[in-house]
C-alpha cells in the first residue's frame, strides 16, 4: 500500500507566554451554511468529518463533551479482525475489520502496531482445540493480503515450555495469532479531528446540541449550547444538509430533541441504540504476567476475555452486562473488577491479585444495535447507517454501532452515501493511504535530528518517550521549550512525562480540563493514584503558562475529582 503523507502542521507564532492555537470563536460558526452537520465526536465522527472535509464538503462537527470521551476511550484498545464474530458467521464484518487493520497499521505506525495474542485451549472449556484450529485457518485466509505473520498451533508440550505460568490442567495446545494495537486509542481520534481540520472542517468539544429544528420534515437548523460558557449558538444547514448523528451510546437522546413548530418532536419511536457495559482494570506487571498478550475464555462463564500488556502495564477486560443507566456516571462496580481479578488468577495461579493491585478503572457502552431478549455477546457488531426519512426526517442518519477497527471505512461509506444524497459528482475516497497527521516511522531520520537537537538537555528516552505518545507531532510539542525552556522539566520524577505536553494540550490539542489533560491527552491519570498526585504541578504550569486563574484551577480539580470518584476510582477505595 503506498502511503501518503499529509502536509506538516503549522501554527502561530506564540503571544502571551504560548497562545491557544484552538480558540472556540462560536461566531464564525453561525455565519455559514454547512453541507454536512455531525453530532458526536468519537472515533466515527471524527472520521466523517475528515473524509467529508478532505473530499470538499463544508463540515462540521459538534460533541457535548471531549473528544473520544465515550466508547473509543472506553475500549480495548484493539485493532482487530474480530476473532470470534467468526462464530456468528459475520464473515463480512471479520473482513472489512482486517482490512482495515491493515491501513491503519500503514497510515498510522506511531499509534497502531502488532500485537501477538495468545489463545491457551483447555479441554473443560467450551471451545475445542479443532474449532480454534479451523477459526485460525479462516482468520488467515480473510487476510490474505495482510502484512502480520500467520498463526501458529502451539501443541501442549510447546505451550507449556514458553508459557511456563498458565494453569497446566486439562491444558490441550495454544494458538498464536496476530492483530493490532492502538495504545492511545484517544489520541487516534484527535489525530482524525486535527486531519479534518487541516482539511478545512470545524470542529468543537463541549458543544452540546439541544434542539434540532424541523421544518416540514427537514432539519434546518441544530441549536447548541457551549457547556464551558453556557452561550447558546445555532448551526444552520444547507439547502440540502445532512445530519450525521454518530453519537455513539448517545443516539437516541439525540433523536429525542427535535422541534417542530415549536413542540418537541421525537424523531422515531424506538430506541435504536441496546448497548452493552464493558469495564476493564489496569494493574503492573504481576508474577507470572505474559509477555503477549493473553485471550483467554473464563472458566466460570466462558466469556472470552484479554490479558494485554499496555504501556508497561496490563490492561484486563471486558465484561460484557446489559446497561441502561447514566452515561455520565459509569465505572466498573465491585463484582466486575472481582471477576476480572478472579478469572486472571485462574488462568495465572501465580498472579495472585488482589484488589489492592488494581490501579485504575474505566468503564464505558459499547453503541451496539438495540437486541431484546439476546445475550450481550451474540449481539452483532456490524454498523448500522439508519435512514430517519421512514420517521419523517429526510435529512438524518443516526449510526447504530460501528468498531474502533472499522471507523475509516465506516465513514467512506457515509460520505458515498452523503454526495450521492446531495447529487454531487463522486469524489474518491483518499483516506486509505492518507497518513495522519503524526506518521512516522521509527528509522525516520526526523527522529535522530530531534535527538541531537535536544539531547543536551532532554534524555533521549524521553524523546523516544514523545514520538511513541505523538508521532511526527512530538517535533511540536519540544518546540515549546525553545520558548521556556523549563517546560523540559518532567512533572513527576517517576514519569517520562514533560510540562510543555500539558501546555500542548490546552494550547494545540483543544483541551479545556483536567480530565481531558490528564486521561486522554496523555496517560497521567492512570499512572497510580488516579492523578491526584500531579494536581498541583499540573495546575501550577497551567496558571503561569495557559492564562488559568487560581480560581479556574481550584474549580477544575474538583471536577477532575469528581470525575475520577464516580467513573474511575472502584467503590471499594473511597
Known amino acids: 500500500m ?23 470563536d462560536l461566531a464564525q460558526i453561525q455565519q455559514t451554511e454547512y453541507d454536512v452537520i455531525i453530532i458526536g465526536g468519537g472515533i466515527n465522527g471524527a472520521g466523517v468529518a475528515r473524509d467529508a472535509a478532505i473530499r470538499g464538503l463544508n463540515t462540521i462537527l459538534v460533541e457535548q463533551n471531549d473528544f473520544a470521551s ?35 497499521l500503514q497510515t498510522a505506525p506511531h ?22 484450529w479451523a477459526g485460525m485457518i479462516l482468520y488467515d485466509l480473510f487476510s490474505y493480503n495482510k502484512t502480520l505473520p500467520t498463526h501458529r ?19 490441550v495446545g495454544a494458538a498464536q495469532y496476530y492483530d493490532a494495537q492502538v495504545a492511545l486509542a484517544e489520541r487516534l481520534c484527535l489525530e482524525n479531528i486535527i486531519s479534518a481540520q487541516n482539511a478545512g472542517a470545524i470542529a468543537f468539544n463541549y458543544l ?34 445532512i445530519i450525521i448523528n454518530t453519537a455513539g451510546p448517545w443516539i437516541d437522546q439525540v433523536c429525542q430533541r427535535g422541534s417542530k413548530g415549536g413542540h418537541q418532536f421525537f424523531i422515531g419511536k424506538t430506541n ?47 465484561t460484557d452486562l446489559p446497561y441502561k443507566d447514566d452515561l455520565t456516571k459509569i465505572k466498573a462496580d465491585n463484582a466486575e473488577i472481582d471477576y476480572l481479578l478472579q478469572e486472571t488468577n485462574s488462568i495465572i495461579p501465580k498472579a495472585n491479585l488482589r484488589r489492592d493491585d488494581v490501579k485504575f478503572t474505566y468503564s464505558g457502552v459499547r453503541p451496539l444495535p438495540n437486541s431484546e431478549g439476546k445475550k450481550p455477546g451474540s449481539i452483532t457488531r456490524k454498523h ?12 438524518l442518519w443516526s449510526l447504530i454501532g460501528g468498531k474502533l477497527t472499522t471507523y475509516r471505512h465506516v465513514s467512506e461509506e457515509i460520505v458515498d452515501k452523503i454526495l450521492k444524497r446531495l447529487k454531487r459528482s463522486p469524489i474518491s475516497c483518499q483516506t486509505a493511504s492518507l497518513a495522519l497527521p503524526g506518521c512516522i516511522l521509527p528509522n525516520d531520520p526526523r527522529i535522530q535530528q530531534t535527538i541531537d537537537e535536544y539531547q543536551s538537555t532532554l534524555a533521549i528516552e524521553t524523546i523516544y518517550y514523545l514520538f511513541s505518545v505523538y508521532g511526527a507531532i512530538a517535533i511540536e510539542v519540544l518546540a515549546l521549550t525553545k520558548e521556556n525552556p523549563a517546560l523540559k522539566e518532567y512533572i513527576s520524577p517517576d514519569l517520562p512525562d514533560i510540562k510543555a505536553q500539558i501546555v500542548y494540550a490546552v494550547t494545540n490539542e483543544f483541551a479545556h480540563t483536567l480530565v481531558d489533560i490528564l486521561r486522554r491527552r496523555t496517560t497521567l491519570a492512570m499512572n497510580g493514584d488516579y492523578g491526584m498526585n500531579l494536581l498541583p504541578v499540573v495546575t501550577k504550569t497551567l496558571q503561569q503558562y495557559c492564562g488559568w486563574e487560581q480560581s479556574k484551577c481550584d474549580r477544575a480539580c474538583a471536577d477532575y475529582r469528581f470525575y ?8 471499594y477505595q473511597l
Request: some cysteine; hydrophobic content about 35%; aromatic content about 10%.
Open 111 to 132: 499509534l497502531v502496531a502488532p500485537l501477538q495474542l495468545t489463545i491457551p485451549i483447555y479441554r473443560d472449556r467450551s471451545r475445542p482445540y479443532g474449532q480454534i
Open 272 to 318: 435504536k441504540n441496546g448497548g452493552t457495559k464493558g469495564s476493564h482494570i489496569i494493574v503492573d506487571k504481576f508474577p507470572g504476567a505474559p509477555e503477549t498478550t493473553l485471550y483467554v475464555e473464563a472458566k466460570s462463564d466462558g466469556r472470552p476475555f484479554f490479558i494485554i500488556p499496555w504501556l508497561g502495564k496490563y490492561l484486563i477486560g471486558t
Open 208 to 241: 452540546e446540541v439541544t434542539e434540532l429544528l424541523i421544518t416540514d420534515d427537514r432539519i434546518t437548523d441544530v441549536v447548541c449550547q457551549d457547556k464551558l460558557t453556557g452561550e447558546n449558538i445555532t448551526i444552520s444547514g444547507s439547502k440540502d444538509a
Open 70 to 104: 465515550g466508547s473509543s476511550s472506553w475500549s480495548s484498545r484493539l485493532i482487530h479482525g474480530g476473532l470470534r464474530y467468526l462464530e456468528y458467521f459475520e464473515f463480512p464484518l471479520v473482513r472489512e475489520s482486517l482490512k482495515e487493520r491493515e491501513v491503519l
Open 564 to 571: 475520577m470518584e464516580h467513573n474511575c476510582i472502584p467503590d
Open 2 to 24: 503506498m502511503v501518503r503523507y499529509a502536509s506538516a502542521i503549522t501554527h502561530p507564532t506564540f503571544l502571551l507566554m504560548f497562545p491557544i492555537n484552538n480558540l472556540r
Open 384 to 395: 448500522i447507517i439508519f435512514d430517519h426519512r421512514r420517521e419523517g426526517v429526510v435529512n
Open 153 to 171: 498451533m502451539l501443541p501442549q508440550a510447546k505451550f507449556k515450555q514458553l508459557f511456563r505460568t498458565l494453569e497446566p490442567e486439562n491444558l
